[in-house]
């Protein structure tokens, strides 16, 4: 295995943290959305892909982290992906 250059790795690092703070941005605003907005909440509770994709969540982004498809609703709690996508698997 070949190490990423100190370089590379910070760029990286940087183009992460975007990706991650865009993320939870989102996550916060779905937050918000779900204790405010009575038809988001009726739409979370009938269809949580559609409000995640409402959202800008990509429901599929927990299959970066080897989760199946998200074909039965959440599985697990929030996370931000090793690409740095928001994921509720």
């Not at 509770?45 to 995640?52: I, P, R, V």
């Not at 299959?63 to 690409?83: F, H, M, N, S």
Request: with cysteine.
């Amino acid at each position: 295995m070949t190490v990423k250059t100190a370089k590379v790795m910070a760029a990286d690092l940087g183009e992460f943290r975007k990706k991650a703070e865009a993320a939870l941005e989102k996550i916060e605003a779905f937050q918000k959305r779900l204790e405010t907005e009575p038809e988001f909440q009726a739409l979370w509770e009938s269809d949580s892909a559609q409000a995640l994709k409402v959202m800008g969540i990509d429901p599929e982004a927990r299959q970066e982290v080897g989760r199946e498809a998200y074909v039965l609703g959440p599985e697990c709690d929030w996370c931000i992906t090793p690409k740095g996508n928001a994921c509720h698997c």
